[in-house]
């Protein structure tokens, strides 16, 4: 059974950077897709970013194109996400997820096709 811990949250001011780190307990196969997720207070889960095929194929929320990139290191099956200038909007739990076999979705509509998600981590940009 796939497991995923994230670890590397924590409270920053704006324009700071964080790295976070979703390590599976399995290994991760070039055909699973994995994603990072965040929900702020009151509002619905939201995707982040995508990787599939490895790391060799991304997708982004308009939202966080330029400042935050996706990869992962399938020698420790580990995902990261470093988030950089940082704003306080990006305030909130982000969970990493993962699906086995086909393709990424980054779209909300999809969150329920992720079979696997982490137990999140907070995120928190003051301004």
């Known amino acids: 059974q796939l497991q995923l811990v994230e670890s590397g949250g924590g409270s920053v001011r704006t324009g700071g950077s964080l790295r976070l780190s979703c390590e599976a307990s399995?290994?991760?196969?070039?055909?699973?897709?994995l994603a990072w997720f965040r929900q702020a207070p009151g509002k619905e889960r939201e995707g982040v970013a995508t990787?599939?095929?490895?790391?060799?194929?991304?997708d982004y929320a308009d939202s966080v194109k330029g400042r935050f990139t996706i990869s992962q290191d399938n020698a420790v099956n580990t995902l990261y996400l470093q988030m950089n200038n940082l704003k306080p909007e990006d305030t909130a739990i982000y969970y990493c997820?993962?699906?086995?076999?086909?393709?990424?979705?980054?779209?909300?509509?999809?969150?329920?096709?992720?079979?696997?998600w982490g137990q999140g981590t907070q995120v928190t940009v003051s301004s």
């Open positions: 997820a993962a699906k086995r076999g086909g393709s990424c979705f980054i779209s909300p509509t999809f969150v329920h096709v992720y079979d696997y």
């Open positions: 399995i290994a991760i196969y070039r055909s699973d897709c």
């Open positions: 990787s599939y095929l490895g790391g060799r194929s991304t």
